[in-house]
């Protein structure tokens, strides 16, 4: 089950949320040799997702998904898990999210800090969810601006490390290829992609990154769509949301490209764009199942997403 749900929490309806090198880094300028070591965090690849080891002050490890589309820094919980953590004061909200049904309910605490792995995040926002359709889901929860907002992060599938680097910081050697990433106003990042559904013309498509989401490709069922589905799609449940389950098609395209990649017979989801993104402007939704292929660095404060 994709984990649609997280990439919408920037809508909170209360708030307006918001290395010295590896050895696969080559950084030649002296003026970086006085960079500090890159912070390493061990993470789980576990059915398409990074699970990242999390705690709250005297909590138990928890499970939780790197999402780019936790657009602010902060910890949501969609496990009501309140009486574990020492939060403090706190004020009751409302998030909507993917899906059809209505917003879920919980609590939120500002000025927390928490452990990804061993690495510290202060004055972090912990939102804990009371009666969400996730509370089931054996993961709990997201994070993801606290990481990418403050770093350059190097997701190292192979060796499941990330590692975290000062912004601006790790201009890799030539055998990375350089590719544009901009940052809509929300900090959910947004790339330009094609793709081709029988072989034929390539489809120009403005699509953005979601780390929570399993799938390679989804692309956005609504008026004005860019591209045809393909002839051989079928019905499926693609999925639970923060408002309710998801549902759509799923298919196979003849290719996906990025920059120079170009995946071919990729597998891909048709949500109905209107319970799956509240992003406008969107033709596509660019998941971990693609960058899983790759080693991949997100430098927001340099506007790069770095590829091999």
């Keep these: 089950m994709s984990v649609l749900e997280l990439k919408r929490l920037a809508r909170i309806t209360l708030v307006a949320i918001?290395?010295?090198?590896?050895?696969?880094?080559?950084?030649?300028?002296?003026a970086d040799a006085a960079l500090p070591p890159p912070i390493e965090i061990p993470f789980e690849l576990s059915h398409g997702k990074i699970l990242l080891p999390v705690t709250v002050g005297r909590s138990r490890q928890l499970h939780v998904i790197?999402?780019?589309g936790m657009a602010?820094?902060?910890?949501?919980?969609?496990?009501?898990?309140?009486?574990?953590?020492?939060l403090g004061n706190t004020v009751d909200i409302q998030i909507g999210g993917a899906g059809a049904g209505k917003p879920s309910t919980g609590i939120m605490a500002d000025s927390v800090s928490f452990h990804v792995g061993t690495h510290e995040l202060t004055n972090q926002r912990i939102i804990v969810?009371?009666?969400?359709?996730?509370?089931g889901f054996p993961n709990d929860g997201v994070t993801g601006y606290s990481l990418?907002?403050?770093?350059?992060?190097?997701?190292d599938y192979s060796r499941e490390t990330i590692r975290l680097h000062r912004p601006r910081s790790v201009p890799p050697d030539s055998s990375w290829v350089a590719i544009p990433l901009r940052l809509?106003?929300?900090?959910?990042?947004?790339?330009?992609?094609?793709?081709?559904?029988?072989?034929?013309?390539?489809?120009?498509?403005?699509?953005?990154v979601d780390l929570a989401s399993s799938d390679t490709i989804e692309l956005l069922i609504r008026d004005g769509m860019k591209f045809q589905l393909p002839q051989d799609t079928r019905e499926a449940s693609l999925g639970t949301g923060l408002s309710g389950d998801i549902h759509g098609r799923v298919g196979t395209i003849a290719s996906l490209a990025l920059g120079p990649f170009v995946l071919r017979d990729v597998g891909a989801a048709f949500p109905e764009g209107a319970a799956r993104s509240k992003q406008p402007g969107a033709d596509g939704v660019l998941g971990n199942g693609f960058f899983q292929r790759f080693h991949v660095i997100f430098?927001?404060?340099a506007e790069r997403l770095y590829m091999k």
């Design 299 to 301: 430098d927001y404060a």
């Design 129 to 135: 969810l009371r009666d969400s359709p996730l509370s």
């Design 72 to 86: 602010y820094e902060g910890l949501l919980l969609y496990k009501d898990l309140s009486a574990e953590l020492d």
């Design 184 to 208: 809509a106003s929300n900090q959910i990042p947004w790339l330009d992609a094609s793709v081709s559904i029988t072989g034929r013309d390539s489809v120009p498509l403005a699509v953005y």
């Design 66 to 68: 790197l999402d780019t």
């Design 18 to 30: 918001a290395i010295a090198p590896s050895p696969t880094l080559a950084v030649e300028s002296p």
């Design 148 to 155: 990418f907002g403050r770093h350059a992060v190097e997701i």
